[in-house]
C-alpha cells in the first residue's frame, strides 16, 4: 500500500483550510483593486468555494469509514451549534434585538430568509447550506448506507442544471449552491476508491493538471468570466484543485500548505468566519479611507484573531472533545 493511502490525516487540507477563511476576510475587510475588476467579489467565491469543497471531502470521507450516522449528527452540532448559538445571542439578541435573526440562524434557515440575514450574522448563510448537507448525506447514509453516496451525483446534476436554467452565478440559497460541498463528496468518492485500477491511474495522472485546474478555478471565479460560463463549474475546479495537491507527495505545494503557520489559521478557522462580521461594520467602517484601512482595519484583525483564538481553544475545543470522548466511549460500550 503506498505511503498516501495510509495517510489518515492530511495536512494539506489545513493549508487549503488555511487560505479558505483569508480569501473570505480579505474579500468582506480589504480593498483588492479597482471597485470595476470585483476582485473582491471574485476572493469571496475562491474562500468559500475552497471552504464547501473541504467541507463535502471530510463529511463523506468520515460517512464512507463509519456509517453511524447518530454519533456523526453529534459531532457535526457539537462543533457547530454552541458557537453559532452564542455569537447569535450576542449580534442578534443582545446587540442588534432582532430575535428573528437569531431564531432563522440556529434553525439553520437564515439563507432563505433574507429579512433575517443582517450585517452582523450574514456570513451565516454559509451554515445553513452546510447543515442542509449534514441532514441530506446523513440520512441518505442511514436509509441506504454506502449505496446512499450514489445519490450525491445525481443530486449535483440537478443543482448544476437549476444554476445554468437560472444563471445563478453565485446565489445563498441551498439548491443554487449545495454542489461546491457536492464536488468535494465526488472527490472524497474518488479518494476512498484511489487504489482500484481504473482509479488509481486518473489519480496519478491528477498532480500534471495542478496549474490548469488552479487556473479554471481563478477564472472561474472573476465575474468577468461569467458570460463563459465558467462560473457554473467553480466547485468542481475547486474540488479538482484540492485533489491534485492529494495526489502528490512531497512537493512544494505539500510543504507550503502543511506548514504551522497556515495549520493554526485552519484551528481557528470556524471562529474567525463566524465572529468576524461586526469587525468590517460600524465604528470599524467609520472615517477616511486612511483611518479605516491604516489604523481601524489592523485593529479589527488583531480582535478578530484574539477573539477566535479564545474561541476555540477555551469554549469551542472543550465541547467538541466532550462530546467525541462521551460519543467514543458509547461506541466501545455497544460493541461489549
Known sequence: MSSNS???HLPELDGFRAFSILLVLAAHMLPLGPKSWQLNLASGYMGMSLFFAL?????TRFLWNDQNVGIFFLRRLSRIAPLVLLVSFIYCILLAGRPDSFLAANLY???????????????????GVEMHFYVMIGLSVLVFGRRGFFLVPIVALIVLYLRVDTQAYGNIRTHLRIDEILSGSLLAMFWVNRERPGFAKVFAFLPK?????????????LPATYTFGLAYFRAYFAALLIGTVLAMSGRWQNRLLSTATLTYIATISFALYVWHSPFRHGWFDSGTIYERYLFKRPLAFLCIFAISHASTFYFEKPITDAVRKWTSKSRRTARQ
Open 6 to 8: 495510509q495517510r489518515e
Open 55 to 59: 467541507s463535502g471531502f471530510l463529511i
Open 109 to 127: 434557515v437564515i439563507n432563505y430568509v433574507d429579512a433575517a440575514l443582517i450585517p452582523e450574522i450574514s456570513p451565516f448563510w454559509s451554515l
Open 209 to 221: 493538471v495542478f496549474w490548469p485546474s488552479l487556473l479554471l478555478w481563478l477564472l472561474a471565479c
